[in-house]
């Protein structure tokens, strides 16, 4: 059992407030996945896990032990909570081989001599290290050395691992490589993982679930990665997890319009309807969810831009005097006939679409 | 990190080195500053400030004062010229030559510039000086034309050894400087002087400065060289006069409460000239460590190349060779006095050195001294930088002043400060023992280790340790085997910085030496003035020989030693 419970946890540092009475709970064997903006406080709720932080107020709990109660006065120091953790920057000591630093927390855990050099072996072998024991980590490359982080972290055996955006400095295609490895080695232990990004496609590929994490420190949302990606609560987790259109919308004589100008737009949906009330609400739309075409219904809108990146081609379409973004498939707009050039007209058929709060959120620019 | 107050705290190892670290930089650093600052403006528990307005008012100490800031403002001014030229020449010139002429610019550095100051007055000084005496003999002159036993010789000389710190700091910067700075003036049409005038020139300012300032402040405070050339002509400085007072009244109260009343004088001065070059670096550091080294553009002397490279070998065979020859040929002769040729000259002096219990006993003394006060300092500086770069404590700010404080602090106000604090005052008596050097010398080289070893913690990235941590490792663990390993090429650095200056250490320990305890510094300085000038040469000359060993052989050693076993 290895469930991470927190009980009301606060955490300011020099005077500002990052953590305010923060509740959650990790399941015992889950991928759980802080998902936010860089500066919310994420990595603060994982170095309250590990012991690098205390926390002002409230519980933390690992297992069936209380490991940080400062009311009571109690903290376990980091190295007796023997979670396995990866850090952002790999942190591998550059003193050490490779064998040397994934052996360590064996030498650090008093593992018998004869079982440290099978089990780190193992280790290893995992993360597809093989042959690279006796390798300095400036001979390794950073996904390699991201790697020995991670076999250092794994071997040993700890029911839990923190991982802090473990893949932020590879590139791409390793990014892309690794993630898969990371679960695959998650089905291995079976392990607890906390993982901490700002990279939503890392976070929806992954997760078991995954904690929304506002810029003011709150969780807006914990949830399967499909109900966080297509049922937003808020206009920031949908804007977070992914490219999106938020156009201000109004409500006039029962119609939807938008605000800027009040040419006609879709209609609000009915579940939707205590919106109606506000002066404005938002609709939120992402580029792949509209459909182009040159004839046929739809609205009418102008192609102000068309530029084609590849796989996709994406379009900067106007309605009156709103733009927004579009993609479609590059396949699929050859076949449709909707390759065009600045100027033209269109029409815009809008498959699925998102209504929110008017909240200060639309405003802010998010990293 | 890993230093924040634990609630549940366990006192282990390291809590317990951190509490001895805080102790020993405010028993060796803190109490002598404060005694000093107390025993200037306090007589018997009154504020005495019109105490202070009579030492001040008195003759002798206002000319020293006078005489001090002379010297220092004029040293600063020509190594700055000096600094500056040669540092632009070996940089930004095709001058041939250069690897070799760098290196050979740092041995200025190396050499003490007490014993340089004495080769100079065997050669230069007005009676009995061999150059002198040459020039009278060739030109038929009536008196010397050249004496060196003056304000003028005393800048002359510490300038030949303190423009090292111009021209480090100068060369470092014309090295490290974006060199499209430079191209971008040249492609708007410039020529190559416009650009040194207006470009180089002011990008390089507060590197000038900084080394300027520096220069400013050891010659300050310094005692060597105006103790050897000075003293005898009625010449003091602020430090030679500490000592005289002191040296004439046997080590009296009075004398001592003048001394601490003119070290304070010097505190500020330092002070203040710390603040300038904190400002300076502050609003300094511009653009020009943007780029990485690059090849700059590079001055063709044409004409000027080899009667420029000839400069600099002169300049070098002037302030280098010859001093160094001398101190080895007087350590040679016979009887001091009689000319260099082959029948004057013996062995006999430097073997007699390692027989006379005097000398030997100041070569082992500092020997042991410099090592072992290294040793100490090396690892008290490493515990306190890594309080101060690594933890996050409360009252932190008091150690990061407490750190640096000793950089403001000449030597001489060391020296006193620790008379006062370690004479029983305190229930514990050291003076006239080799202990009183010992404290000296930590609290006097403390900066130079914390700065040293701070740098190399700055490397360590937290997450290293925390990384440790969280494998199991407790704290200690971790300073052992994580942070320990990887700042290894600081603390190295660390003990050398400490070890070398300290094996000629001179200012400090003129004031704090016992019939036993005399350093080398304070042998060849007591033989010269007792009029041995032989053995006086051939003690320097086989200190020289430690330093040079000290600073090639062993250093370049342990720098293998270190490389091999990384890789």
């Known amino acids: ?145 991201q790697r020995v982080a991670l076999a250092r972290a794994l071997v040993a055996n700890s029911d839990i691992l923190l991982l802090d955006e473990p893949l932020t400095n590879l590139d791409a295609n390793l990014r892309e490589e690794m993630r898969f490895e990371i679960k695959e080695i998650q089905k291995k232990t079976n392990s607890t993982i906390l993982y901490v990004t700002h990279d939503q496609e890392v976070a929806l590929a992954i997760s078991d679930r995954i904690a929304i994490m506002t810029p003011t420190g709150d969780f807006c949302q914990i949830s399967d990665a499909e109900t966080v990606y297509e049922h937003p609560v808020n206009l920031f987790g949908f804007r977070f997890l992914g490219v999106a259109n938020c156009l201000r919308c109004t409500q006039k004589n029962d119609k939807t319009c938008l605000a800027e100008d009040g040419t006609p737009f879709v209609q609000l949906d009915e579940e939707y309807a205590f919106l109606a009330a506000s002066p404005t609400f938002i609709a939120g739309f992402r580029p792949m969810d509209v459909q182009l075409s040159r004839t046929g219904d739809g609205f009418d809108a102008v192609v102000e831009r068309c530029t084609l990146l590849g796989n996709i081609v994406d379009y900067r379409i106007r309605i009156g005097k709103t733009s927004f973004r579009v993609q479609a498939q590059t396949e699929d707009a050859i076949q449709n006939d909707i390759i065009f050039t600045a100027g033209e007209s269109c029409k815009a058929i809008f498959d699925e679409m998102h209504w929110f709060e008017d909240d200060h959120t639309f405003e802010e620019v998010l990293v | 990190m890993n230093g924040r107050p634990r609630l549940k705290k366990k006192f282990g190892v390291a809590e317990i080195v951190l509490i001895f670290s805080i102790l020993i930089l405010v028993v060796v650093v803190a109490v002598p500053v404060i005694m000093i600052f107390l025993t200037a403006f306090f007589k018997d528990g009154h504020f005495n400030l019109a105490g202070v307005i009579q030492v001040l008012k008195q003759k002798d100490t206002y000319m020293a004062l006078k005489n001090s800031l002379i010297i220092a403002l004029g040293v600063t001014f020509f190594s700055t010229i000096i600094g500056v030229f040669f540092a632009w020449l070996l940089a930004r010139t095709d001058i041939p030559g250069k690897k070799a002429l760098n290196a050979m610019f740092m041995v200025p550095f190396m050499l003490p510039s007490f014993i340089c100051a004495m080769a100079w007055k065997v050669l230069l000084s007005p009676r009995s000086g061999y150059i002198n005496k040459l020039l009278m003999g060739m030109f038929g002159l009536s008196h010397a034309p050249i004496d060196i036993m003056s304000m003028g010789g005393i800048i002359a000389i510490e300038t030949m ?32 002087g416009t650009i040194t005038r207006k470009i180089t020139l002011p990008l390089v300012m507060p590197s000038i400065v900084a080394g300027a300032l520096l220069v400013c402040l050891y010659s300050l405070a310094h005692f060597g060289v105006p103790s050897i050339l000075g003293t005898e002509k009625g010449i003091y400085n602020i430090p030679t006069k500490i000592y005289e007072r002191i040296y004439a009244s046997g080590g009296s109260y009075e004398a001592i409460r003048v001394g601490t009343i003119l070290a304070t004088i010097l505190v500020i001065c330092a002070t203040l000239i710390l603040k300038a070059q904190n400002l300076i670096l502050k609003n300094g550091r511009f653009q020009i460590i943007a780029g990485k080294s690059m090849r700059p553009v590079v001055m063709k002397l044409r004409g000027l190349r080899w009667p420029l490279f000839f400069v600099c070998v002169l300049y070098l065979l002037i302030t280098v060779v010859m001093p160094t020859v001398t101190i080895f040929l007087i350590g040679g002769l016979k009887t001091y006095g009689l000319s260099f040729a082959p029948r004057n000259m013996t062995w006999a002096n430097y073997l007699e050195i390692f027989q006379l219990k005097m000398t030997r006993n100041a070569i082992w003394n500092s020997v042991y001294l410099s090592t072992s006060t290294a040793f100490v300092t090396m690892l008290a500086g490493m515990m306190i930088s890594y309080v101060i770069v690594k933890m996050k404590v409360k009252g932190k700010f008091i150690l990061e002043f407490l750190g640096v404080l000793p950089y403001s602090l000449p030597g001489t106000v060391i020296a006193l400060g620790c008379i006062l604090t370690w004479s029983g005052r305190f229930g ?140």
């Open chain 1, 1 to 145: 059992m290895a469930d991470i419970i927190f009980k009301n946890v606060s955490k300011s540092f020099e005077g500002k407030q990052v953590l305010k009475d923060l509740s959650f709970s990790i399941r015992s064997g889950e991928c759980f996945t802080i998902l936010g903006p860089s500066g919310c406080g994420k990595t603060v709720v994982l170095r309250l896990i590990a012991g690098f932080e205390i926390p002002d107020s409230g519980q933390i709990i690992i297992g069936d032990e209380v490991v940080a109660d400062p009311d009571k006065g109690l903290c376990k120091a980091p190295e007796e909570r023997l979670l396995g953790v990866v850090f952002q920057d790999y942190a591998v000591w550059p003193h050490k081989t490779v064998r040397q630093n994934v052996t360590y927390p064996l030498e650090m855990q008093n593992v018998p001599k004869e079982q440290r050099r099978e089990r780190s072996q193992r280790a290893i072998d995992m993360v597809n290290l093989s042959g690279y024991e006796d390798r300095l980590p400036n001979q390794l490359s950073g996904g390699q050395q």
């Open chain 2, 161 to 192: 050894y303190l423009f090292p710190f111009v021209f480090l700091q100068v060369s470092g910067a014309l090295e490290r400087m974006d060199p499209t700075l430079e191209e971008s003036a040249r492609i708007s049409g410039a020529s190559l």
């Open chain 2, 428 to 567: 514990i008596n050291l003076y006239n023992t080799a202990g009183i050097i010992f404290v000296a010398y930590i609290a006097r080289y403390m900066a130079f280790s914390i700065k040293s070893n701070s740098a190399a913690l700055e490397q360590v990235s937290d997450s290293l340790e925390e990384a440790s941590r969280s494998c199991g490792a407790t704290h200690w663990q971790t300073l052992m085997n994580i942070v320990v390993p990887l700042i290894r090429p600081g603390m190295i650095n660390a003990f050398f910085l400490i070890f070398l200056p300290a094996l000629r250490e001179l200012t400090t320990s003129v004031l704090l030496y016992g019939p036993t305890t005399r350093t080398i510094g304070v042998a060849i300085y007591a033989l010269n003035e007792d009029g041995e000038t032989v053995r006086a040469a051939a003690l320097a000359g086989i200190a020289l020989i430690i330093i040079f060993f000290g600073e090639t052989v062993i250093k370049g050693a342990l720098a293998k030693f270190d490389k091999t076993s990384r890789s």
